[in-house]
Structure formats: structure tokens, C-alpha cells
């Protein structure tokens, strides 16, 4: 299958593994990458530049196909030290880099001058306009249904991708609620270039995450997860367990008088206790509402090429009938 975005990032198939936090290491975005689509490493889960230069040279190892870094750009008092992880990207010949968060614009000049392909996620038309107008090269745009930060406008993929599709000149991929073939066409037939997936890509043998957290993901429905810190405008939809139950009782006790400290303790720095060591209830993790569509535990490769084998099904076999 070819798009706008398998030219442009030079793979095989037009789906991305987006960035996600202690899920995107080497392992995964190998595997991705071998399998046709495109992996990507967290950048940010790595400790420092130096880590992620070493991520970086592990994933060479493991793969001689395009890979990404993600780069997501976070409001903070002693921010991270982001011209070292650029560094680091730069140096490790890293081509494709998405960035996510907020405005990427002053680090752009950087990774375009070393010839990267830049990436950026946006939650609405105008921040995909925005990417757009200060030299992004592709954006991925993130419906309501998407794990982690869906923003603030609670648009859903159906009204968000043909919007975009109606505003855009730069391709687009489409990211929250896929999970398979079906995904992909919806995807496709909405304007969009290709997909790009989280919460599946969780599911499958490659992700180093624990066993706990993808029997979490099997065990899930759609109606299993909820939508945190909406008070604070920092929305993130994660998947339900007691320290998710304590934040929304916090929140409806303490209205608009919540404040980020109240609920620090389950909602920051918990990545390394859930995702790492499996304590299913040590905080608020991302999850997407795709959940409901996830059932089994794949290989990335067999993942994608059933993916693409039922896609291209659907195309050639049930949508033709529909015309004849």
C-alpha cells in the first residue's frame, strides 16, 4: 500500500507506533520497524541525552529500517534538557522525529538543518494548521477517543479527520481508536495518509511493558476508561483503577479549586511502577478507548501484516461488492 506518508518516511506500510511513555524502547520500535511500519523511541523516558543516544544505537542494532524519536515538549519549571536529546537524535542519524506537547517551533531549525522529517501531534484542526504553517512536515491528529491527551475540544475521529482533510496540504496521519484493518480504511476513506497506534501496540510480544498491564488492556472495554485532570485544562483519558477512582473523587470534592498538588501523587512519576513493575492500581496510566477492540497478545509482525491483509479484504472485497 502506498501513501503520502510511506514515500515520505521511506516504510512499507502507512502505520506508526506513536510515542509513548516507558513503551517506546528499542524493542518495540525494532520490531515495528522490521515489520514494515514505523517505530518509534520515547525520548523523554530516557534519563538523560546520553541514555537516549545509547537507546538509539541499541534500536541500530536491532533494525536497519526507519525509525523515529519522540520528542514531546512539556511545560515545566526546570524543563528537560531538550538541545541535548536534540543532540543525541541529530547525532544518532535519527531521519524522523515526532514531536508532541507544545509549540516545537524554536527546536525546528535544528532538526530540519540535519535533514529531519518532522512528525507533530495535534488534538485540533488549528494547532495542525499551526504545525503546518511553521514547517511540520506531516501532523498526526489525535481524535477524542485517543489514550493520554486528547486536549480540550472533545472532537471524535469521524468529525476530526475530515476536517482536517478539508484544511491540510501536508499529509496526516490518523491516531486514537485504531486497531486493525478497519481502522486503517476508515482511516484512509476520512483523508488521512495512514494510521498511527498506541494502546494496540501495548498488546503485542515486543512491548516490554509488564504482563499485568496487557492482561489490563484484554480485560478492558470501551467503557473502561475515564477522563482525568479536566479541571486543570491537562485532560488525559486512562484506563480505570483505585488511584484513577481517587483523582475524579478529588476533583469532584474540590471543583475548581483543584490544584496539581492535590492529586500529585497519582498521577506523576507512577510509569515505572505500572508499566514496570505491574502494580495495576499505583497510579493513572494512559489508555485508549480502543481497549474494547484489543483481544489478543501478537507479534508486531503479525499485527501489522494482519492488518494490512484485512484491509486490503475489505477494499477489494466487501466495499467493491457494495458498488457492483
Not at 43 to 72: H, S, W, Y
Not at 242 to 255: F, I, S
Amino acid at each position: 500500500m502506498k501513501t503520502r506518508i510511506t514515500e515520505m518516511l521511506g516504510i512499507t506500510h502507512p502505520i506508526i507506533q506513536g510515542g509513548m511513555h516507558y513503551v517506546g524502547f528499542a524493542e518495540l520500535a525494532a520490531a515495528v520497524s522490521n515489520a514494515g511500519g514505523l517505530g518509534i523511541l520515547t525520548g523523554l523516558t530516557q534519563p538523560t541525552p546520553g541514555d537516549l543516544a545509547r537507546e538509539i544505537a541499541r534500536c541500530r542494532e536491532m533494525t536497519d529500517k526507519p525509525f523515529g524519536v519522540n520528542l514531546t515538549f512539556l511545560p515545566s519549571v526546570t524543563p528537560p534538557d531538550y538541545p541535548g536529546y536534540i543532540d543525541a537524535i541529530i547525532e544518532g542519524g535519527v531521519k524522523i522525529v515526532e514531536t508532541a506537547g507544545r509549540n516545537p517551533e524554536q527546536y525546528l531549525p535544528r532538526l530540519k538543518d540535519a535533514g529531519a522529517c518532522i512528525i507533530h501531534k495535534c488534538t485540533s484542526v488549528r494547532h495542525a494548521l499551526k504545525a503546518q504553517s511553521i514547517g511540520c512536515d506531516a501532523v498526526s491528529v489525535d481524535g477524542f477517543e485517543c489514550g493520554g491527551h486528547p486536549g480540550e475540544d472533545d472532537i471524535p475521529n469521524m468529525i476530526l479527520l475530515p476536517r482536517a482533510a478539508d484544511e491540510l496540504t501536508i499529509p496526516f496521519v490518523a491516531s486514537g481508536g485504531m486497531a486493525d484493518g478497519r481502522s486503517l480504511v476508515a482511516a484512509l476513506a476520512l483523508g488521512a495518509e495512514g494510521m498511527n497506534m498506541g494502546t494496540r501496540f501495548i498488546c503485542t510480544r515486543e512491548a516490554t511493558v509488564h504482563d499485568n498491564v496487557k492482561q489490563a488492556i484484554l480485560a478492558a472495554s470501551e467503557l473502561d476508561t475515564r477522563l482525568i485532570m479536566r479541571p486543570l485544562r491537562n485532560t488525559e483519558r486512562v484506563l480505570n483503577n483505585k488511584a484513577v477512582e481517587r483523582v475524579l473523587e478529588k476533583e469532584r470534592a474540590l471543583g475548581a479549586e483543584l490544584k496539581i498538588e492535590d492529586i500529585l501523587d497519582d498521577v506523576a512519576g507512577i510509569y515505572p511502577k505500572v508499566l514496570g513493575e505491574g502494580q495495576m492500581d499505583g497510579g493513572a496510566w494512559s489508555c485508549g478507548m480502543v481497549a474494547g477492540l484489543i483481544h489478543d497478545i501478537p507479534t508486531c509482525k503479525e499485527l501489522i501484516e494482519r492488518i494490512m491483509s484485512d484491509a486490503e479484504a475489505l477494499i477489494r472485497s466487501r466495499l467493491q461488492a457494495i458498488l457492483a
